[in-house]
């Protein structure tokens, strides 16, 4: 397994996430001994690949994924959306960013750019019809790209649907995709799933990303979430892709790229 650190390439309402000034990020990164890093990317019109390829060459870091919840949460784009204009943006967007994916041989992360619907889930079910209709496009797209796309179960205060893993691994063989896989986060975990290690073993092979955080969206070790038994359960579906930090950059992004790194190596 490897490790990388979530950040956000531009400046970005989502406040557990380290943000501004990037490239210096990298640089510590690579400093510590990570092998990635995350970037969240929230219009990728402003951004340039060669600029990416610079630092990522220059600190030796793989891009590990990319982070698209910020067109919901900073621009208000879904991919569920009532109106067809709003989910035709949305789907765009992550279009660019499979795009950008393709030249870092990366993933694409869809998680709260699923978003909410418009509040409450309709007699119809409309939302998870025109999620539906968004997947199926998005993964026309990244297929004949070959680029994977994760889906992200997020907790149901964040969005309405595929919350759990359950619901995820059912979502995916409706899609029929193959190239949708699964990403697990165990700050959402803890609060979705009965059992950590029978959620790990459901998603077996599907996992293709993996978000650490304690419970409280803190570096492991500061909550109550055994992650001993999660690299065991981990190691145990023969996973080998990456252990991404996404937590608070408490007291500081430093202070905590160097105690998860330390933490979280003792582990694997
Ligand atoms: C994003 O990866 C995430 O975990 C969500 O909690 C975003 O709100
Ligand atoms: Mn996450």
């Keep these: 397994m490897k490790l990388s650190y979530a950040v956000s390439l531009q400046k970005t309402g989502f406040n557990f996430i380290a943000q501004e000034d990037w490239v210096n990020k990298a640089k510590v990164l690579s400093y510590l001994g990570y092998d990635g890093i995350e970037l969240s990317i929230r219009d990728p019109r402003q951004i340039k690949i060669t600029n990416i390829e610079m630092v990522l060459s220059r600190y030796a870091l793989k891009l590990a994924a990319i982070g698209t919840g910020q067109i919901f949460n900073d621009d208000g784009l879904s991919l569920s959306s009532s109106k067809k204009n ?14 950008i994916a393709k030249a870092f041989d990366s993933l694409v992360i869809i998680g709260l750019a699923r978003g909410k619907g418009d509040g409450i889930r309709d007699k119809n079910d409309s939302y998870r019809k025109n999620l539906l209709e968004s997947f199926r496009q998005l993964c026309d797209y990244a297929c004949r790209h070959r680029v994977t796309m994760v889906i992200e179960p997020i907790n149901r205060y964040e969005v309405s649907f595929l919350n759990n893993v359950g619901e ?51 570096c492991p070790g500061r909550g109550h979430i055994n992650f001993k038994e999660i690299i065991t359960a981990l190691k145990k579906i023969k996973y080998k892709g990456y252990l991404s930090a996404e937590i608070l950059p408490m007291p500081s992004f430093k202070s905590c790229a160097k105690e998860f790194h330390n933490y979280v190596e003792r582990l694997i």
């Design 168 to 218: 995820a691994v059912r979502f995916i063989s409706e899609v029929k995709c193959s190239c949708l896989r699964i990403l697990l986060d165990t700050f959402h975990m803890n609060i979705e799933e009965k059992d950590f290690i029978a959620s790990i073993s459901q998603a077996g092979r599907l996992v293709s990303h993996v978000h650490l955080s304690d419970n409280n969206r803190l």
């Design 86 to 99: 709003i989910r035709q943006k949305a789907i765009k967007r992550i279009k660019s960013n499979i795009d």
